[in-house]
């Protein structure tokens, strides 16, 4: 049986950006999805795209299809986008949404339909033999097994999906399951206890998102994953657009010390995310004992290293690091007065519990990551490439726009002490804290 692929959105918006696709000879007459797949080389190209943009996508490809039709080789799941396998004989396939668009419509015999788009569709199915309508489907979640299974291993990533997850639970009144990290996983149970957390991909799904931070102009996404906010970008994944519901969390231990402190994270996922201006964090560490506070550095490694960067917890700071569980450093952030760190998964974390983040960040816009009113950036500056839809791939060790010059990652170097400790006054202010050296007994 052969695979064959076709867009909600007319191919061409998508394959006119691709250097490589220009070299596609499209036919004479109006493109339509008929002439779209008689074209083999269309075919393979979307097919690359897809399958090189997630593990889980080429398996979903051959992967046996679970839904039931009633009709003999006519099967029908939403796993990983809308597949229909077509069995041998003269059957016309129409497939739209329930607005009234048709984005297919044409004859198949023994083939795959697979769908570019992995996102939340409200798709329509009709297959016809000859005249007659022999089957109709219009996607609906409600009540149905639903799985969302994240790839992803980074902490910021998942705690930025799992609110859109519990809403779509909560909208379709879907049996959702649930696969992240094994180390997120007590954290994610206690604050969201209504989701089903599974350890595979197994089991006969209705429909199966695998939400991801995809970098792609062909539709697999939404919304490009240099275009938009990282959790609208999830929740759009579902078919949400808008929501403000975060969790409530409710620490399972006291706080590692009765005085008043801040926690601090120096690193990210790469050395270049972190602050780069030379000894900044030595100096807000000061400057926050100076006013009193206990400062805990929360990272898991004390010292973080690659080709090109060192970072190493500030000398300052008590050493809080370590491999410790999610559910410790959460218990920690919640207690905090404030945390200090970077577009990073302890930010998230610290979001997600409610405790007040100053981020120190310029590779990126301000609305990409959650909403915090202490964000720090040099606006003087070149920023925001992670951001940025003309970027193409961002590469570990490599600046985006001026790399090996004497700007290479200046958003994260010219970011000043003076900035922070500016942002940091405006938080105390803001959130009517007392400085401890101000506090009387």
């Not at 943009?53 to 099967?75: F, M, Q, S």
């Not at 700007?407 to 400790?421: A, L, M, N, T, Y």
Request: glycine share 8%.
């Amino acid at each position: 049986m052969k695979t064959y692929f076709f867009c909600a959105r007319d191919v061409r918006d998508y394959l006119q950006v691709f250097p490589q696709a220009k070299t596609l000879k499209f036919p004479p007459d109006e493109f339509n999805p008929t002439a779209f797949m008689s074209i083999e080389r269309i075919q393979n190209f979307l097919r690359d795209e897809i399958v090189g943009c997630h593990p889980n996508y080429i398996d979903a490809l051959n992967a046996p299809i679970v839904g039931e039709t009633g009709i003999d080789g006519l099967r029908l799941d939403f796993n990983f986008g809308l597949r229909l396998d077509v069995p041998r004989g003269n059957f016309r396939v129409k497939i739209g949404e329930v607005g009234g668009q048709t984005f297919l419509d044409a004859k198949f015999s023994d083939v795959r339909l697979v769908s570019v788009e992995k996102f939340f569709i409200r798709w329509t199915v009709e297959v016809f033999s000859g005249d007659e309508k022999i089957f109709a489907h219009e996607f609906d979640l409600d009540g149905q097994d639903v799985l969302i299974d994240s790839q992803s291993k980074a902490l910021g990533d998942n705690l930025s999906m799992l609110p859109a997850v519990d809403e779509l639970r909560r909208r379709h009144g879907c049996k959702v399951s649930l696969r992240v990290p094994e180390y997120l996983r007590e954290f994610a149970a206690h604050v969201y206890p209504e989701i089903n957390f599974v350890d595979t991909a197994d089991g006969d799904y209705y429909a199966t998102f695998s939400p991801n931070f995809i970098r792609s102009d062909v539709p697999i996404n939404p919304i490009d994953g240099r275009d938009g906010n990282i959790g609208k970008i999830f929740g759009v994944t579902f078919g949400i657009e808008n929501f403000t519901r975060k969790p409530t969390f409710k620490p399972t231990a006291p706080p590692v010390t009765t005085e008043p402190y801040v926690c601090i994270g120096v690193q990210a996922s790469i050395p270049e995310k972190s602050w780069l201006y030379p000894h900044g964090w030595d100096v807000v560490v000061e400057w926050l004992k100076s006013l009193g506070y206990k400062v805990f550095c929360i990272d898991r490694d004390k010292v973080q290293r690659d080709d090109k960067f060192s970072v190493t917890a500030p000398e300052g700071a008590e050493d809080f690091t370590g491999d410790f569980s999610i559910m410790h450093r959460a218990n920690m952030l919640y207690h905090a007065e404030f945390f200090v760190g970077l577009s990073s998964g302890l930010s998230w974390l610290a979001d997600a519990v409610n405790c007040p983040v100053v981020m120190i960040c310029g590779f990126s816009k301000d609305w990409f990551e959650f909403d915090t009113p202490w964000r720090v950036t040099n606006r003087l500056v070149c920023t925001g490439c992670l951001s940025d839809i003309r970027v193409g791939t961002f590469l570990k060790g490599v600046c985006a726009r001026h790399d090996g010059t004497p700007r290479e990652f200046e958003c994260q170097k010219k970011i000043s002490p003076r900035q922070v400790i500016d942002t940091i006054e405006r938080l105390i202010v803001e959130r009517n804290l007392i400085p401890p050296v101000m506090r009387t007994n």
